[in-house]
Antibody, heavy 121, light 113 residues
Framework: EVQLLESGGGLVQPGGSLRLSCAASGFAFSSHAMSWVRQTPEKGLEWVSGIGGRNQDISYVDSVKGRFTISRDNSKNTLYLQMTSLRAEDTAVYYC??????????????WGRGTLVIVSS | DIVLTQSPDSLAVSLGERATINCRSSQSVLPSSSNWNRLAWYQQKPGQPPKLLIYWASTRESGVPDRFTGSGTGTDFTLTISSLQAEDVAVYYCQQYLSGPATFGQGTTLEIK
């Protein structure tokens, strides 16, 4: 059974940092590109960042470039999102999502349950 | 970026009746070298992550009931629920994965009339 389990969310002050993790199981992790998608009531679903199965093709939405870093450890079947210089507008539920294949040209066929990030003083 | 606009924003349908949700893209999501539209539909229930229903615009994901049908090509797409069940109450999103950042429609809330 495919499982994606996010962790690392929480309350952080503006300008602070958080590291999200997504532990994957039940599939060949390195064979799939992975992504972080966030959701807010105001903006809906927003793709944040993606990474290929072998750490290739890393990409970010413009609003997080230079502040967020995606990475993966295929030996640990884990996806990460290092978030720095956090802003109030980064407040959201962050989902880990699996691409059907090893590139961005596929749908998200599995999603984790999400982790809530709140940026507030 | 490709913008997806869903209509309507909300919809109330009687149990057993047909529900239709539309998704229009600001540009075609059909690659010139392919017959497969890069469009997916997701269902999201309260407190749950999105769940994939349809990909390649019309391919039903494994385990999804056959009352869910995706259709359309190019820039105009439709998700049809042929006979609404109580468990179909949810927010539905379309998503394109052709180019640039993946983008989502704003969502359509489906309720029981």
């Amino acid at each position: 059974e495919v499982q994606l389990l996010e962790s690392g969310g929480g309350l952080v002050q503006p300008g602070g940092s958080l590291r999200l993790s997504c532990a994957a199981s039940g599939f060949a992790f390195s064979s799939h590109a992975m992504s972080w998608v966030r959701q807010t009531p105001e903006k809906g679903l927003e793709w944040v960042s993606g990474i290929g199965g072998r750490n290739q093709d890393i990409s970010y939405v413009d609003s997080v470039k230079g502040r967020f870093t995606i990475s993966r450890d295929n030996s640990k079947n884990t996806l990460y999102l290092q978030m720095t210089s956090l802003r109030a507008e980064d407040t959201a539920v962050y989902y880990c999502a699996r691409f059907r294949g090893d590139s961005y040209g596929y749908d998200f066929d599995f999603w984790g349950r999400g982790t809530l990030v709140i940026v507030s003083s | 970026d490709i913008v997806l606009t869903q209509s309507p924003d909300s919809l109330a349908v009687s149990l057993g009746e047909r529900a239709t949700i539309n998704c229009r893209s600001s540009q075609s999501v059909l690659p010139s070298s392919s017959n497969w539209n890069r469009l997916a539909w997701y269902q999201q229930k309260p407190g749950q992550p999105p769940k994939l229903l349809i990909y390649w615009a019309s391919t039903r994901e494994s385990g999804v009931p056959d009352r869910f049908t995706g259709s359309g090509t190019g820039t105009d797409f439709t998700l049809t629920i042929s006979s609404l069940q109580a468990e179909d109450v949810a927010v539905y999103y379309c998503q394109q994965y052709l180019s640039g950042p993946a983008t989502f429609g704003q969502g359509t809330t489906l309720e029981i009339k």
